[in-house]
Nanobody
C-alpha cells in the first residue's frame, strides 16, 4: 500500500500562483506514474497533469502553459506549479499514483490510478 498526502492548497486571487505538493510514502517502488486531478463543485473529476517514471509529462490541453508538474524522486514528492490562476481553477485537487504501465496519455484516465490522496482545496477569487 502507498499513501499520498497533498498540501499547498488555499485561497488566492486571480493571477496568483500556487504550488501543490504530494508526498508519497509506503510502497512507492512500484509507482510508474503520478498525476493530478481536480474536481470542481457539481462537476466530474478531471485530469490536470501526469508525470511518468521516465520523466515525461502530460497536461490537459486547457492547462498546458499555466500548470507544470514535476517530481523529486529521492523523496517521492510530486509538485504541481499553478500560475496565472483563474476563478475556474477553483476545485479540490487530488494526487494519484499508478502502479501500471501505460503509454503516453493513458494516464489521463482516473481509473488507471491505484492510490489517491485526500485532496486539497484551491479557491481562486476574482
Amino acid at each position: 500500500q502507498a499513501q499520498l498526502v497533498e498540501s499547498g492548497g488555499g485561497l488566492v486571487q486571480a493571477g496568483d500562483s500556487l504550488r501543490l505538493s504530494c508526498a508519497a510514502s509506503g510502497r512507492t517502488s512500484g509507482m510508474y506514474a503520478m498525476g493530478w486531478f481536480r474536481q470542481a463543485p457539481g462537476k466530474e473529476r478531471e485530469f490536470a497533469a501526469a508525470i511518468r517514471w521516465t520523466g515525461d509529462t502530460y497536461y490537459a490541453p486547457s492547462l498546458k502553459g499555466r500548470f507544470t508538474i514535476s517530481r523529486i524522486s529521492d523523496n517521492n514528492t510530486v509538485y504541481l506549479q499553478m500560475n496565472s490562476l483563474k476563478p475556474e481553477d477553483t476545485a479540490v485537487y487530488y494526487c494519484a499514483a499508478s502502479s501500471q504501465v501505460y503509454s503516453g496519455f493513458g494516464y489521463r484516465d482516473a481509473p488507471r490510478y491505484d492510490y489517491w490522496g485526500q485532496g486539497t482545496q484551491v479557491t481562486v477569487s476574482s
